[in-house]
């Protein structure tokens, strides 16, 4: 398995491509107007209390106040650690209206809802994420040896103690990230005191700053990229910027010196993602139909509410018998569906309707894949069973907009809905406004303005139907193009 990073880097806007085998996996972006705030630490003001939801509103600054439940609220104790029990307490216990609230997002807004927030706080470094209000040490679910799992929670309990006793305050917890597996003690430590002193700054920061104000904010994407994304079989790390190759070279010579020599600055005329073909790839993650190798496909529908994938045999019609064609099918489909899940960002609930398979070991064969595919990816997921009706209920963590929602906003035209009424139904709707008006008002005549193809069907199919209305409301109908008005557009004038 080889895997590259491109990082494209301009003076509006910064991409990220990971790219396994050739293949594009996963994209994000950063623009200068509209920067992801997930990992940003504030000092903000709760404005509203909710009993009924057991949450509150938080003011940090932004054009929408900040949401927090009350499970992601913790008191602290008389040493300013986390008391957590294992009920939830009432909100009404835990906040008031106008009181300061040290809060760190983990979810960016997305559409109409503002930011999700919690007092958890922490910062991260390359291996460690420092937790200064709990002294729970953690390891990555991904790190599976428990060996190695036991070693890595031996060096940080033996670092801080001996960080305690040389004087250094060493209070708080860490947890190990998956790129921890396998590297030196040396590496490792490395975080532990400038995880220390980055928390002592923001310390003062919080006594000093306004409500509401920034605290702490995270790394630019090409930097967390280098933090986040890079993992020891990456090969290479492509940046088409000069600038941003210095920078992300002393960042890596300083925190991550493994990758240092994995950074490659790209000068070539031709853009970088042009080269890697991820710009074909994003437009086509923008379509709704993913064509399959065999000839089936897959329909990506994005919700509000969830995202569904309909998977089809469409050309395929395989080789010995239908069951055989089904199960070859889903099994391209399940690894399919991992590269569009991570490619486009689709997050929250996700249903899967595969083609019906009526072998239970074809189903667990299917199920493995999704599964075994979707190990690599850098956002937790949880898979169910088959379910009675054939579906496959997933959860997939959503802390940013999906790629469509970054690139793409609601047609003004269809309002969303992804139809338009016909040019006959709004034909349809203009008899009936016409009646509407000729019965309430008085006028000469009556003009109506509409798209041209409204106006073509009203003149030529419907003609007869307008001559019929101008007998029954007694007064003649003409007709205007308004070549700004779309499909949907009408107005009626009484002249």
């Not at 900040?66 to 650690?81: K, N, Q």
């Not at 600038?243 to 031709?270: S, T």
């Not at 990816?377 to 970054?406: N, P, Y």
Request: glycine letters at 6%.
């Amino acid at each position: 398995m080889s895997e590259e990073l491109l990082i494209n880097v301009a003076p509006t806007e910064t991409r990220v491509a990971l790219v396994e085998n050739g293949v594009l996996q996963e994209v994000y972006l950063e623009r200068s107007a509209r920067r992801g705030i997930v990992g940003n630490i504030y000092k903000g003001k709760v404005i509203r209390v909710l009993p009924g939801m057991q949450a509150a509103f938080v003011d940090i600054g932004l054009e929408r106040a900040g949401f927090i439940h009350a499970s992601d609220i913790a008191p602290l104790d008389d040493e300013g650690m986390e008391a957590r029990d294992a009920e939830v307490a009432d909100i009404r216990a835990l906040v008031r209206e106008g009181q300061s609230l040290v809060v760190q997002v983990v979810k960016d807004p997305i559409s109409s809802k503002g930011a999700r927030l919690t007092t958890h706080l922490s910062v991260s470094a390359r291996y460690l994420v420092y937790m200064p209000q709990t002294r729970h040490i953690g390891i990555s679910n991904r790190i599976e040896d428990e060996s190695e799992r036991e070693r890595l929670r031996r060096l940080v309990e033996a670092a801080s103690s001996r960080l305690a006793e040389d004087g250094v305050s060493a209070d708080g917890g860490f947890i190990l990230r998956t790129v921890a597996e396998g590297v030196s003690e040396e590496e490792l430590l490395r975080d532990i005191p400038f995880l220390y002193k980055l928390w002592g700054e923001l310390e003062q920061r919080i006594k000093a700053r306004p409500v509401p104000s920034v605290i702490y904010e995270d790394l630019p994407l090409f930097m967390r990229a280098l933090r986040d994304l890079a993992r020891p079989y990456t090969e290479k790390i492509r940046i088409d910027s000069r600038e941003a190759h210095g920078r992300a070279a002393e960042f890596a010579g300083k925190y991550a010196p493994e990758i240092a020599g994995r950074l490659e600055h790209y000068p070539g005329e031709r853009p970088l993602f042009d080269l890697y073909g991820v710009e074909e790839e994003i437009r086509r993650a923008l379509q709704n139909k993913v064509t399959l190798k065999s000839g089936g496909y897959l329909i990506v529908e994005q919700t509000e509410a969830m995202s569904t994938i309909d998977v089809n045999t469409g050309a395929f019609v395989g080789h010995r018998n239908l069951e055989e064609t089904i199960f070859k099918t889903n099994l391209e489909a399940a690894t399919a569906i991992a590269r569009q899940l991570r490619l486009r960002n689709l997050g929250g609930i996700i249903i899967i309707d595969f083609i019906d398979m009526k072998d239970p070991e074809h189903q667990r064969q299917v199920l493995r894949t999704l599964e075994k595919t979707l190990e690599r990816d850098h956002a937790k997921s949880s898979i169910t069973g088959v379910s009675e009706l054939g579906l496959v209920e997933m959860t997939r963590k959503r802390t940013r907009e999906s790629l469509g929602q970054i690139l793409c906003e609601p047609c003004p035209v269809c309002e969303g809905r992804g139809t338009l009424k016909s040019a006959e139904t709004v034909c349809f709707e203009v008899f009936r406004e016409i009646i509407r008006e000729a019965r309430a008002y008085d006028s000469e005549k009556i003009m109506v303005l509409a798209s041209q193809v409204v106006i073509d069907l009203l003149l030529d199919e419907e003609s007869a139907n307008v001559a019929d209305l101008e007998e029954f409301i007694r007064r003649p109908i003409q007709f205007q193009v308004e070549p700004i008005y779309n499909q949907e557009q009408y107005d009626i004038v009484l002249v």
